[in-house]
């Protein structure tokens, strides 16, 4: 019996008699975006808030099951910068835990621009320790319950209270200035 956010694979052989492995997204997928322009210094963003069932149309408040993810950065030719997909855990009111999963870096050195893209086929990255063994944890009042930060509804204005749960796209700009896309492709459970 399938459940809704059960990952589906179709299985046939070609023409040619090579055994093709097709990918179906699960039911129940969301698609989320964020774009920021112009940041010079470092912000952090509710990525997928996972307890807001309204507006990222989701089921299930546990933890997000992102699918696939591509990231972009233009950058000023001054710029060094590092942002990294992660999600949130503990959090109290006082404060919680960013577990850091993936890092896009850039610099002067390295040019101006940077992609990354994480189709993460076939298993998806689950954003819970429950999947996740990583020694790169931060803790800090800005990921309490009782802040709120800037999110994909308006990545302008903190406008969202951190929860566990929750992912963030965390961006550190050191000089120069950045223009950031991220797009991703997830469920929740």
């Known amino acids: ?7 589906f694979r179709t299985v046939f052989v070609d023409e040619f008699g ?14 989320v975006h964020l774009h920021i322009t112009g940041l010079t ?7 997928i808030d996972i307890s807001d069932e309204v507006n990222y149309k989701h089921s299930g408040t546990t933890y997000a099951h992102i699918e696939n993810s591509w990231i972009d950065i233009s ?17 109290v009111e006082s404060a919680g835990t960013f577990v850091h999963l993936f890092t896009i870096n850039g610099s002067k050195a390295q ?3 940077n992609s990354l893209i994480l189709p993460f086929f076939p298993t998806h990255a689950r954003m819970t ?3 996740v063994v990583t020694h790169d944890r931060i ?8 802040s709120t930060l800037p999110s994909t509804l308006d990545p302008n204005t903190s406008n969202v209270n951190p929860n566990t749960g929750d992912v963030v796209l965390s961006v ?17 459970h």
Request: charged residues 15%; without cysteine; hydrophobic residues 30%.
């Open 1 to 7: 019996m399938h459940d809704k956010t059960e990952f």
């Open 18 to 31: 090579r055994q093709e492995i097709s990918q179906h997204t699960p039911v129940g997928s969301v698609h």
């Open 41 to 47: 210094t470092g912000a952090d963003f509710i990525y």
């Open 75 to 91: 950058a000023s030719n001054t710029a060094a910068y590092q942002a990294t997909l992660g999600y949130l855990t503990d959090v």
């Open 111 to 113: 040019g101006n621009n």
């Open 129 to 131: 320790d429950e999947f």
């Open 139 to 146: 803790s800090s009042s800005i990921y309490g319950s009782g």
């Open 172 to 188: 550190q700009v050191s000089s120069g200035s950045i223009d950031i896309s991220i797009n991703s492709g997830f469920h929740a």
